[in-house]
Structure formats: structure tokens, C-alpha cells
């Protein structure tokens, strides 16, 4: 059950940036490397703001719109310029964005290792299990946020727009859709799921530049997993994953979690390609 | 009236022009059927008018108001619908939220809804049901039923009976017919089932090899002796 608690608190980072992920590869059918960058951006903005002396739920909130404000920004900078080219073009691409993001926030805020100011107390224990509160507020927020982005999608007006651009971005246009406007409304949800994500990780890891990596694998891992243009998939695939690496670290050794992204997508490419709940999407 | 005006347009992908110099009109509460042989540039025609394909020279007004420099967006919300052949619907969504899509931007959702529901009514048995589902037929209805939610002047149609069974095909040429006489719209159809189209338009046009070859009321262009060679496009 320890185990458990733990894999669903992985996945609970991983689910919302899973999520935002997902929402661009729908939209625009390229793989967003820099994925694990920008969560590492949104936990130093969150970290930023605590160090002003802003409780941490305000540095989250500040770290959620500077997520979306950063990958608009970056999508208008880098991407759009480049809409049209191969998949493989604009991964590569991210990968430099990446890079880039990496070093700027080394440069700003060098290489140590930072953390939020929480208080220190003992954990927590029910039921045999041992958790902090922050574990439980991660959980919680993660599982409000997936809720409420899969009601934005199924209920409103602007989640049906969006899924029909992902859908058929022409077709949208045809059908009077500002394509523009919407998937400019897609980028910033999922820039605000990347920072909140950043958030969260923040809560449970140590915040550093290094973290980039260790986040994109399993972000991207989990939504190749759930299937790509998935949501609910996304947020599945993040359990998957967290289950993984708990596994990893309990039954073989805990420098192996890393690799553990790498052979999910290697199996889930072998025997689903189009993961748990996704289904077969065309090139634009 | 509406009048959608074409003045010798030319059209295409690119550099490469497909359309040459077509000039024609479409009127509110007509149906204008535009045939020709495979390749005439018929659907090149009907996507330059929606903005899809560039227009490279001539004029395209819809009561007076420029269309040439205006996106697809901006096209249909100036009252010009276009339906295309094929990938016509959101596959991913149920048909409600296809119909609630093509809607954006306007209050009344749900009467348009209602509305369009009362012009198609066979929509109501499959509302519910993902697009993608839908059979041939019921996806090209479907796909009707979105353009008018729009509640368009002038509805550009490309091959709506595209892969549809034979009765079908008279079903839904008869549906576009009726939508010219209950709501006034002007339609501009291509369709391969040429006679059946003919027989429900009030003018044809034909183009082969990207220009205007033949005009006139629809009934005396079915009758003329050598329509079927124009329109098999052995026109030498």
C-alpha cells in the first residue's frame, strides 16, 4: 500500500504536465521536448516567489501563469515560425529550447540545490502509511486539476473547440472557429499545466536545473502511454509510470528509475503504439 | 438577394493556377450545378471561393463586400459555408457537439440546433453518436447540417454524394433542394452524379480544363446533344 501512496504521488507531478503535453502534440503533432524545462521554469518561479515571502500557493499560482506565458512566448519565438516542418524538426528543436531554458536558469540561478520554505515536522501516518501533507496536497491539487481541464474539454464551449482544431485545424477554419485564437488558448492551458506541474515537483524533489531531464522522460513517457491526443489517457499513464518507478526503486535499485520511462515507451511502441486510450492520429 | 459574384477568376495551389478566368454569379434560392470531366478544376473552383485555394487574379464578392484577401474564417462568417468532399466532420466529437461547434461565436446555440435538426430531422436518430462513427450517408448529413448552422447565404458543396448508395444519392440532392426553397440559400454544387444534380439545378456551369466551357438553365444544358461528351471531356 506505501508503495501505492507513493506511485500515485509521482504521478500526481506527472499527471497535469501529461496532460498539457498531450494537448500540444493534438494540436500541433510535434513532440514538446522541452517539456521537462518548463516544469523545472514553473517549480524556480514558485521557489522565486517563496523566497519573497509569498506563501507557496501564491508562488504556485504565479508559476501556473508564468508557465503560460512562457511557452506562448516561446511557441510565438521558436515554433510558429516553424509550423509546417516534420515532427522530427520541431523535436529536435525543442530539445535546442530545452537547452536553452536549462542554461538560462543556471545562469540565473546557478547550479545549488533549492527547496520550498516549508516547516519541518514528522510525517504523517494512517492506516500503516507514512506521508507528509505536502504529499496529500499534491495528490489533491493534481487529481482537481486533471478534473477540472478533462470538464473544460468534455463541457465547455472552448474544450469542444479545442478538440475539434486538434481534430481538424482546416475543417475548424472552414467552419468559422478562429483557429488562431484557440490554439493559442490550447498552449496557454498547457503552459499553466507545465507550471503547476513544475509546482508540484517542487513540493516533492529538490528544485535544480538539473531536474529537466528526470522530468521529461516520464512526463512524455505517460503520455505516450495513456495515447497521445488523450487527456484521460495522460493522467492513466502518469499512475502507470509512478507505479513503474516505485516498482524499480522497491524489487532492483533506485538509480534505475530514470531508465524507467525509456523501457515503458520502448514497450508501448512495440506492442500498443497508439497507447492505452489513444487512437491512431494523422500527420498535419 | 444575396449574390455571390465570380469575375474572371482564376485560382490554385502555389505558382500553379488551376482555374482560368471564371466568371459566373449565384443568387439566393438557386442551385448553380458545376460539372465536368475529372480534373476540370471543379473543386479548386469551390475551395478558392471558401478560401482554401488561392484566387491569383479577378474578383469574388458576396453583396458587394470584397472575399479575395478574407480567410476561411472570415468567409464564413460573411454568410459563404463550404462543405467539402471528404474529412467534412470532427471525427472525435458526438454530431450534437460537431453541429454546437460549427456555431462558434453566436448566442443561440441551441435554436440553430433545433433548427438545423427541423431541415434534417433524420440527424435526431444519431445526435449523440461520435462522427466518426457515422455511416457514409449519415456523415455526409452531418456534415450538411454544419454548414447550416452557420445560417449561411451562399452553401459551396463539393461531392456530397460521394460514396453514398444510389438511393442516397437522390435523397440527398433532394434535401439540398429543399434547403434552397424553405430557406433561400444559394447553392453551388459539384457532383459527378451529373443528371441527378442537373435535374434539381436551375443553371449549370460547365468547366473543363480549369475554364468556363458551357452556361445556361440547367435543364437545356442536360439536353444539349453533346453535354455528355463535355462532360466526359472529350470536347475536341
Redesign the interface.
Known sequence: MQLLLNAIASAAILAPAAIGFTLIFTLFRYTNFAVGALMTTGAFAAWGMNELGLPIWMGGVFAVVFGAGLLLASDRIVFEPLRGRSGGTLLLVSIALSVIIDNVIRFAFGTQIRAFDLPLRPPLTFAGLRFTPETLWVIGISILATLAVGALLAFT?LG??L??V???A??????????PRIEAAGILLAGALFGLSGTLAGLDLAIEPNLSLALAIPVIAAAIVGGLGSPLGAALGAVIIGLAEELTVAFISAPYKGAVGFVVIALVLLIRPQGLLGRPVERK | MTQLILEHLSAGYGGADIVHDVSLQVGSGEIVTLVGPNGAGKSTLLKSL???ARVTAGSLSIDGTDLVAL???ER??RGVA?M?QD???????TVT??L???A??HDDIAARKDEVIGLLPTLANYLNKAAGGLSGGQRQMAALG??L??RPSILLVDEPTAGLSPNLVGEMLDVLQQLTRDSGIGILIVEQNARAALARADRAVVLVDGRLRRAGPAAELAAEPDFGALFFGDHA
Open positions: 464551449r469542444r473547440a478538440r475539434a486538434a481534430d481538424n482546416s475543417l475548424a477554419s472552414i467552419r468559422g472557429l478562429p483557429v | 471558401a478560401g482554401v480567410s476561411p474564417f464564413a462568417t463550404f467539402p474529412r467534412n466532420v470532427f471525427r472525435t466529437l457537439e460537431n454546437e461547434t460549427s462558434w461565436g454544419m454548414t448552422m452557420s
